[in-house]
């Protein structure tokens, strides 16, 4: 039981070029989510997706695109980087039993120069 | 809008300290409460949870009182470890919206042997 699992770790991107993270969750959770953290700013919700299919935006959806397909994967899509999306990338997963507790994966780190 | 506002780090103490991290929050119905914990290069996990007026949380020695009359959720603990030193969230969470939590901007714990 791996949990919830991030690919790749690390990146490194030019300005403009396009990249997805992988977000893969083995709990067989409905709901998942794509966090952005950066210093002093907590975590902000990018997009997240109630099941299987559906995605709706969160608070800085601007720039990134998501998509779930099958239920234990969300995938987060930048189509064209910009500096300002250099951050950590979070995904977490949850279901409705537990009382919606959050599971986090280990982060992204993604820098765009 | 709802959000989440923590006390200013960097904290520092020394081990067996006691330790309290303010939080407080506004929203516009009745959110359940959370203090999750990130440690150093990892995800974040959930440390523990209140959800509803006058609720304790507690785990591993820390603990945390859903404060309806005042809005908070102080995180505390009767003697911190070098262990703990992380990085603590307080978030909130409306089950109506798909589980989606609002976070605030973390505070950095930093405990010194």
């Known amino acids: 039981n791996a949990g919830v699992t991030q690919t790749p770790k690390f990146r490194v991107l030019k300005t403009g070029q396009s990249m997805t993270l992988l977000c893969a969750q083995d709990?067989?959770?409905?709901?998942m989510y794509w966090y952005r953290q950066d210093p002093g700013m907590g975590l902000r919700l990018i997009h997240y997706?109630?099941?299987?299919?559906?995605?709706a935006k969160g608070e800085v959806p601007d720039g990134y695109n998501v998509s779930r397909l099958k239920k234990q994967n969300f995938l987060l899509g930048l189509e064209s980087a910009a500096p300002s999306q250099t951050s950590v990338y979070f995904c977490?997963?949850?279901?409705?039993?537990?009382?919606?507790?959050?599971?986090f994966g280990p982060g992204t780190r993604l820098t765009v120069t | 809008g709802d959000s989440v506002t923590q006390m200013e780090g960097p904290v520092t103490l020394s081990e067996e300290a006691f330790l309290t991290i303010n939080c407080t929050y506004t929203?516009?119905?009745?959110?359940?409460l959370f203090w999750y914990v990130q440690y150093p290069g990892e995800g974040l996990q959930l440390l523990l949870k209140?959800?509803?007026?006058?609720d304790k949380g507690s785990n591993k020695g820390f603990e945390a009182t859903y404060r309806k009359e005042t809005t908070s959720f102080h995180l505390e603990k009767g003697s911190v470890q070098v262990s703990d030193s992380a990085v603590y969230f307080c978030?909130?969470?409306?089950?109506?919206?798909?589980?989606?939590?609002?976070f605030g901007q973390g505070t950095e714990l930093s405990v010194k042997p």
């Open positions: 978030a909130l969470i409306f089950y109506n919206q798909g589980g989606k939590l609002i």
């Open positions: 929203a516009t119905g009745y959110p359940s």
């Open positions: 997706s109630v099941g299987e299919g559906t995605t």
């Open positions: 209140a959800t509803k007026a006058d």
């Open positions: 709990m067989n959770h409905e709901y």
């Open positions: 977490a997963s949850s279901r409705e039993a537990d009382s919606y507790e959050q599971y």
